[in-house]
């Protein structure tokens, strides 16, 4: 049994991105050593295989605008199997300090007197940008990396510092994006962020259906309209996840999903839906985005 996993404690472990190959061996112990496990909705299925079959496993899943449990009911549910003298295991995606709710477990096991820790995960921004085959910071250019989430609550705005967002040597992370793609656009270039900027939009990262959409600010909210409302998407902004140039290893450029592509200039355009029809609709999303993308040598 772990030495670290005494009965009536919690550990938060960090699933990952989804796969299970990037999951911490330290991770894979805990889960192997609980009595029962409480997995998000975004915890990966080969993750979640590697929960063995005696281990009592619940869904706690919290997806926008769909809540299978609310936190208040999920620290409850942590907190009275502790109090049984369980071994839990609280599995979230990513890394559970990274727009996790973590605090807020954290405080509620610890007002019950219940020993709690953190296992960390690799977070989403990471594995995108591996993914891409690109670099969070760039010396001279990103010196700064900044994480932040586009979910807001029904009816609200999003309420971000939009001028410290624009900053021109910064790579901006943003998680939960896919909705709020073109307000994310539009008031980061109205703070001054440059339209032309890089952008790199990760779907279902690191799994097998994940796709790399690539393009500039300015068309953000075009890049995303392919993505379904199921599929969590990532956005990177800045200069750091530039494309490479044309010969650079074609392996960034992918969509695993059903699609079709199209290389324009530096850029490949992907329409990510049934073949049949991709194949109608490619040549005029193609006019479309040639006209909002700087194209190499087109000048």
Known sequence: MSHDFSPGSVWLV?????????????????????????????????????????????????????????????????????????????????????FGRSTEEIDHLAAHGIPVRICPGITA??????????????????????????????GEALDLDWTALAAPDATLAVYMGRAAAAEVSRNLIAAGRAPDTPVMVAVNVSLPTERILRGRLSALAFLVETIS?????????????????????????????ASRTKRIGRYVMTVAMPPSAADALLPSCADQFEAMVDVAGKS
């Open 14 to 98: 960090g699933a990952g991105p989804g796969d299970p190959d990037l999951l911490t061996r330290k991770a894979e112990r805990l889960i192997a050593a609980a009595d029962i496990v409480f997995y998000d909705a975004l915890v990966g299925a080969g993750v979640l295989a590697l929960i063995p079959e005696a281990t009592e496993i619940v869904s706690v899943g919290k997806r926008s605008g769909r809540h299978s449990k609310d936190q208040l009911s999920i620290n409850a549910l942590l907190a009275t199997a502790a109090l049984a003298g369980k071994r839990v295991v609280r599995l979230k995606g990513g890394d559970p300090s990274i």
């Open 229 to 257: 409302d199921d599929d969590p998407s990532l956005l990177l902004i800045g200069e750091a996840i530039k494309p490479s140039p044309v010969g650079a290893a074609d392996t960034q450029y992918r969509d695993v999903a």
């Open 125 to 154: 921004a990471s594995a995108a940008a591996a993914s891409g085959g690109a670099s969070l910071t760039l010396r001279g250019l990103a010196r700064k990396l900044t994480f932040v989430t586009a979910h807001a609550r029904a």
